[in-house]
């Protein structure tokens, strides 16, 4: 048992044409909707994450989505489980670390307006759960599906990967440096600008989707959504010079998760405008073949048809 098997049971079960994307569009409100859930020891430990760090991770996880989504980050509601030995510190300063978050991603959100908490929900429970929806506004942009990659379109990636996986090995070993690892997989860094500034301009169908697990689960979501096979050039990716001090760096890079950058798959003829370091062409839309992704590095080409082997699955 695994997540998409479960999510495949519940579309099955409910019918329903919105669930497949991390977000749901809602055109006829015009409105994207998202919810993410963070629970102790599964996805965080208290012991080397400060509640301030907690609150900052947990909304960042949750704007990934509606920015990826193309949509404008609008409203969040955010319900929290905790057990009965937590203060009111705790809290406070959890909201503190979501106050921090809203304030960075709305100052790179240079055609956003505003961004709220309006409501929530409190409850106990044996550890720390939290759960945030967030509430994203179309305003006209272009939204995005994984659905949408066709033959012929490039494929895109902004961001450095691995990066938090990283971090987090560090962390499980009593190890803080180097610091931007640590940072990475505590303040992920999110793009917001250049996702509603890519919605806004792009008229043609594309795909866009965060990478919160792992570059190459995104790569392959994408692909068997589409019924395509995406074509990847391992060394066009973005890299971060202090991810090869890892022995592993090569697989942290691809399936590392938790690290927020951006996949696109869109039309050749769309030319985005941004000029980042963490952007690049790495590959193309081809025709559908016996595996969803290919990724070309020097003599090697790796094929999958799977790649779960690969992945974090909370079930195992």
Not at 11 to 36: H, M, R, Y
């Amino acid at each position: 048992m695994n997540e998409n098997s479960l999510i495949s049971v519940i579309k099955n079960v409910t019918q329903s044409s919105f669930i497949g994307d991390d977000c749901a569009f809602l055109p006829e409100l015009g409105i994207t909707v998202s919810q993410d859930s963070l629970v102790e020891d599964v996805h965080f430990n208290l012991d080397w994450m400060t509640p301030f760090d907690l609150g900052v991770k947990a909304l960042k996880v949750n704007l990934s989505d509606i920015l990826a989504s193309g949509a404008e980050p609008a409203y969040a509601l955010i319900s929290l489980s905790l057990p009965k030995n937590i203060s009111e510190d705790f809290v406070k300063e959890f909201y503190e670390g979501v106050k921090a978050a809203q304030v960075e991603v709305l100052e790179m959100c240079k055609s956003a307006n505003n961004f709220q908490v309006v409501g929530g929900d409190i409850t106990g429970s044996d550890k720390v759960f939290i759960s945030i929806c967030v509430i994203g506004k179309v305003n006209g942009r272009n939204i995005s599906s994984r659905s949408n990659a066709k033959v012929g379109y490039n494929v895109a990636v902004c961001g450095y990967h691995g990066m938090s996986a990283a971090g987090l090995e560090l962390l499980k070993n009593g190890k803080y440096l180097p610091e931007n690892l640590v940072k990475a997989h505590k303040s992920p860094n999110l793009y917001p600008d250049f996702a509603l500034n890519f919605s806004s301009k792009i008229t043609t169908p594309y795909a866009m989707m965060d990478t919160s697990d792992g570059l190459a689960d995104a790569l392959f979501k994408i692909a068997k959504a589409s019924d395509v096979t995406i074509n990847i050039d391992f060394n066009k990716i973005p890299v971060s010079p202090n991810l090869k001090i890892f022995d592993n760096w090569e697989r942290l890079l691809l399936f590392g998760g938790e690290d927020y950058g951006l996949v696109f798959a869109y039309d050749k003829s769309f030319e985005p405008d941004f000029s980042l370091p963490e952007f690049n062409v790495v590959g193309e839309v081809l025709s559908k073949s016996e595996y969803p992704l290919v990724i070309k590095n020097n003599d090697k080409i790796l094929k999958y048809s799977t790649i779960d082997e690969f992945t974090f699955n909370h079930f195992s």
